[in-house]
């Protein structure tokens, strides 16, 4: 196997995580009948971004390597606001429903 072989390899399995994370994410709505978009969304989205990244850096393609590089902040910030030590999900009832 060459160099080139494996690093396709290795970009073919990040387009495979990345796409993976969209029937993560439709499984989870049908379940709740509503639009919803799970943690492992996120990552998915981050794991399968930065395998893509590795292979647009060894590719040498700056569009890609861009486009991977922003996604990757946007998908980091995601899973840092939802592990966030104040995060309080407030249930059904809000403060706008209540008396």
Do not use: C
Not at 30 to 47: C, G, K, Q
């Amino acid at each position: 196997m060459t160099l080139d072989t494996l690093w396709l390899i290795i970009g073919f399995l990040g387009q495979g995580v990345f796409f993976m994370r969209w029937v993560v994410q439709w499984i989870a709505s049908e379940r709740h009948a509503e639009s919803r978009v799970p943690t492992a969304f996120w990552y998915m989205s981050l794991i399968g971004g930065l395998i893509t990244l590795a292979y647009a850096i060894y590719r040498k393609d700056p569009v890609f390597i861009a486009g991977q590089s922003i996604g990757s902040i946007v998908y980091l910030r995601n899973l840092m606001l939802i592990h966030r030590p104040n995060s309080v999900d407030p249930g059904p009832a809000s403060s706008a429903t209540k008396s």
